[in-house]
């Protein structure tokens, strides 16, 4: 789990040092759900991209491939409220994630952006630049999304991810 979900993103955000890349980092929907192992390693995968100092959009998606044809309509959501753990929290096609992430690299409105991705019924989007406008950008005083629940305060976090952080912040004034 923390070499899957966290190391990877670590290693290179390290890499990278003080050259600045838009980052699209794709996680999952119900990261912030308390207790479950894999979604914290994803959730502090998040925070170091968010102290990174580098644009980013972080898309979490819903279940893979779950949706019917004709569920293309694109919905972002944020504050990562549905944590079933199933396909009740929303689905969405592979095509769509892609998008969504290859479009948030060109899109000023999805910089500092963290959302929840699911499809709905109905035809997909032309343009997907309007849907992130409407999300609220995360703040720059907190290493967590806008509108998510999260108690992790990092003096309680594992020597690992406090001292990536110190190394990745090292320098651009965050944290």
């Given at each position: ?15 990278l040092g003080s050259r600045r890349v838009h980052i699209a980092l794709m996680t999952a929907i119900g990261t912030t ?143």
């Amino acid at each position: 789990m923390r070499d899957n979900d966290y190391a990877g993103v670590a290693n290179v955000l390290k890499l990278l040092g003080s050259r600045r890349v838009h980052i699209a980092l794709m996680t999952a929907i119900g990261t912030t759900r308390p207790g479950v192992a894999y979604a914290t390693w994803k959730l502090r995968s998040e925070r170091l991209v968010r102290a990174s100092g580098n644009p980013y959009t972080i898309v979490r998606p819903g279940w893979f491939d779950y949706n019917e044809p004709n569920q293309r309509t694109v919905v972002m959501l944020q504050g990562d409220k549905r944590q079933a753990g199933s396909p009740a929290d929303g689905v969405i096609a592979r095509d769509q994630i892609a998008r969504v992430l290859i479009d948030s690299l060109h899109i000023d409105a999805a910089n500092h952006k963290t959302l929840e991705l699911i499809a709905d019924h109905g035809p997909e989007q032309v343009d997907l630049a309007p849907s992130f406008a409407a999300l609220t950008p995360d703040s720059d005083e907190s290493l967590d999304a806008a509108g998510d629940s999260v108690d992790l305060p990092v003096t309680n976090e594992p020597e690992t991810f406090r001292h990536d952080l110190a190394t990745i912040t090292a320098g651009n004034h965050r944290v």
